[in-house]
């Protein structure tokens, strides 16, 4: 039997990629929800606050710890599967791995012990520190892994240089690497899709609490503090997603063109079709609705100057169009759908009747399956879209993958890969459930109740103040009883 190597160390690399972003995007919405609601704390002393903020560490600590696991095997294909493609880009995409694990795996590393075990052990400002520091490291990961994909898309700031009879990409200026003509609008856009699934994590979590009766007052000022973060994460990714196709149309025309099914250029506007089904053989989209000239008037704002097709470049330099244009288009469509839904949210919490909607919290427990897809959708176009370049317009892909590996190899290792992946996805179905079932300890708000209690106590004795005294013991009595 005849193993394909290009095809399975793509399907691969698409596998443990598609596995490993289950949890990035996760942790560092999370970590922006988890600074919000310590600093609440801090500022209210309320004692939900509390309870919200141990209770979304430990979900973060189960996340953060898969991913660290799924990307360092993501990362060793790069070397056994993709041998050449290591080779040309090595020094560009070494530094910006390296930069990652400096600047910010060890930052997040470094304080997630005092976030997740260093309640009672440091003050609350310091743990609060620690809790921004930890989100900071997140984000600076996702900024230096963000700016190396980039660079294949965009590449900027290297020279090519002959080593040992091959090609390789040698950083001429590193700050060019950086600040690649893509690299900070999908940086945004790509923060923010982040930003959106934590949100909806949080609220499909509370949606239910709230609907089963339990922990209802710290659920209902979770839901309402990522409900902001949702609505206005949701009407920002619009721009930044119209400002990265506008990127796409001047870079990649090509790309932008198999989103958009987009097959001959015209001499007048181009259509945007809203719904169809690309067929790449006859140049043609099947099934469709399109709004005339509406693709000219977005990359343009001219509703009558034509976009440049398909038929613009060889067959043999065009992405798979379908493979392109369904993510993208399912990627639009999902956004859209959150705009709508937090916008209908945030007006039932303002008419005060959000939360006796309960067919609308349902919406909402369910609704994170969203934000999952769309998060993978739109690395799917991104990444299908380049093809078939691995660097854009420097090395294909068919000429990237390391050719002594064996195709059968990579398929042994695929069915080991998939075994194991979904061991895990087992293993963290469950203990997330189990933390889920389980919800913020209750224990958290005595405790704090009673070191607050104390604490009184002890300012009262100090002051010598006996009346003071007197009522904040019986206070801390009450509390104790209740």
């Given at each position: 039997?005849?193993?394909?190597?290009?095809?399975?160390?793509?399907?691969?690399?698409?596998?443990?990629?598609?596995?490993?972003?289950?949890?990035?995007?996760?942790?560092?919405?999370?970590?922006?929800?988890?600074?919000?609601?310590?600093?609440?704390?801090?500022?209210?002393?309320?004692?939900?606050?509390?309870?919200?903020?141990?209770?979304?560490?430990?979900i973060f600590a189960i996340n953060f710890a898969l991913g660290v696991a799924?990307?360092?095997?993501?990362?060793?294909?790069?070397?056994?599967?993709?041998?050449?493609?290591?080779?040309?880009?090595?020094?560009?995409?070494?530094?910006?791995?390296?930069?990652?694990?400096?600047?910010?795996?060890?930052?997040?590393?470094?304080f997630l012990a005092v976030l997740v075990f260093g309640w009672d052990r440091?003050?609350?400002?310091?743990?609060?520190?620690?809790?921004?520091?930890?989100?900071?490291?997140?984000?600076?990961?996702?900024?230096?892994?963000?700016?190396?994909?980039?660079?294949?898309?965009?590449?900027?700031?290297?020279?090519?240089?002959?080593?040992?009879?091959?090609?390789?990409?040698?950083?001429?200026?590193?700050?060019?690497?950086?600040?690649?003509?893509?690299?900070?609008?999908?940086?945004?856009?790509?923060?923010?899709?982040?930003?959106?699934?934590?949100?909806?994590?949080?609220?499909?979590?509370?949606?239910?609490?709230?609907?089963?009766?339990?922990?209802?007052?710290?659920?209902?000022?979770?839901?309402?503090?990522?409900?902001?973060?949702?609505?206005?994460?949701?009407?920002?990714?619009?721009?930044?997603?119209?400002?990265?196709?506008?990127?796409?149309?001047?870079?990649?025309?090509?790309?932008?063109?198999?989103f958009e099914g987009h097959f001959e250029t015209g001499e007048g506007g181009?259509?945007?079709?809203?719904?169809?089904?690309?067929?790449?053989?006859?140049?043609?989209?099947?099934?469709?609705?399109?709004?005339?000239?509406?693709?000219?008037?977005?990359?343009?704002?001219?509703?009558?100057?034509?976009?440049?097709?398909?038929?613009?470049?060889?067959?043999?330099?065009?992405?798979?169009?379908?493979?392109?244009?369904?993510?993208?288009?399912?990627?639009?469509?999902?956004?859209?759908?959150?705009?709508?839904?937090?916008?209908?949210?945030?007006?039932?919490?303002?008419?005060?009747?959000?939360?006796?909607?309960?067919?609308?919290?349902?919406?909402?427990?369910?609704?994170?399956?969203?934000?999952?897809?769309?998060?993978?959708?739109?690395?799917?176009?991104?990444?299908?879209?380049?093809?078939?370049?691995?660097?854009?317009?420097?090395?294909?892909?068919?000429?990237?993958?390391?050719?002594?590996?064996?195709?059968?190899?990579?398929?042994?290792?695929?069915?080991?890969?998939?075994?194991?992946?979904?061991?895990?996805?087992?293993?963290?179905?469950?203990?997330?459930?189990?933390?889920?079932?389980?919800?913020?300890?209750?224990?958290?708000?005595?405790?704090?109740?009673?070191?607050?209690?104390?604490?009184?106590?002890?300012?009262?004795?100090?002051?010598?103040?006996?009346?003071?005294?007197?009522?904040?013991?019986?206070?801390?009595?009450?509390?104790?009883?209740?």
């Amino acid at each position: 039997m005849e193993f394909d190597p290009l095809l399975l160390s793509r399907i691969q690399f698409a596998l443990t990629v598609a596995f490993h972003y289950l949890f990035p995007p996760l942790t560092i919405g999370l970590g922006v929800i988890m600074v919000f609601t310590e600093w609440q704390y801090l500022r209210t002393k309320d004692i939900q606050y509390e309870m919200m903020a141990k209770f979304w560490t430990r979900i973060f600590a189960i996340n953060f710890a898969l991913g660290v696991a799924s990307g360092i095997v993501m990362e060793f294909q790069f070397g056994t599967n993709w041998a050449t493609y290591s080779r040309f880009v090595g020094d560009v995409f070494g530094s910006a791995l390296a930069a990652e694990g400096i600047f910010a795996f060890f930052l997040e590393s470094g304080f997630l012990a005092v976030l997740v075990f260093g309640w009672d052990r440091v003050s609350p400002r310091v743990h609060f520190l620690s809790t921004v520091l930890v989100s900071l490291g997140s984000i600076f990961s996702a900024v230096w892994i963000v700016v190396a994909n980039s660079w294949q898309q965009t590449p900027a700031g290297f020279h090519l240089v002959e080593h040992q009879g091959a090609l390789r990409a040698e950083i001429t200026d590193f700050w060019a690497v950086v600040f690649n003509p893509s690299s900070m609008i999908r940086l945004t856009h790509v923060l923010i899709g982040a930003f959106i699934l934590g949100s909806f994590f949080v609220m499909s979590i509370t949606a239910y609490y709230i609907l089963r009766g339990r922990h209802v007052e710290m659920a209902k000022k979770s839901f309402a503090l990522a409900l902001a973060l949702a609505l206005v994460s949701s009407i920002a990714q619009l721009f930044t997603g119209h400002y990265h196709a506008v990127k796409v149309a001047e870079h990649h025309p090509a790309k932008l063109a198999a989103f958009e099914g987009h097959f001959e250029t015209g001499e007048g506007g181009a259509p945007l079709y809203i719904i169809g089904l690309p067929d790449q053989k006859e140049k043609v989209v099947r099934y469709s609705i399109a709004i005339p000239g509406l693709l000219s008037w977005l990359v343009h704002m001219d509703s009558s100057k034509p976009v440049k097709g398909l038929d613009q470049f060889p067959e043999e330099d065009w992405p798979p169009v379908a493979l392109s244009f369904i993510p993208y288009h399912v990627m639009v469509g999902l956004g859209m759908y959150f705009i709508a839904l937090t916008i209908l949210a945030a007006v039932l919490y303002r008419l005060g009747t959000l939360f006796q909607t309960r067919w609308l919290l349902w919406v909402f427990v369910f609704s994170v399956v969203g934000p999952y897809f769309s998060n993978h959708l739109g690395w799917m176009a991104a990444e299908v879209g380049r093809q078939p370049w691995v660097v854009y317009g420097l090395l294909r892909t068919r000429e990237a993958y390391s050719q002594s590996v064996p195709g059968a190899q990579v398929a042994a290792s695929i069915g080991l890969f998939v075994l194991i992946y979904l061991l895990l996805t087992a293993v963290w179905i469950y203990v997330m459930n189990d933390k889920i079932q389980h919800g913020p300890d209750e224990a958290d708000a005595t405790g704090a109740a009673a070191k607050e209690g104390l604490a009184g106590i002890r300012e009262a004795i100090l002051k010598g103040d006996e009346g003071s005294l007197t009522a904040t013991a019986d206070e801390e009595g009450e509390g104790s009883r209740q």
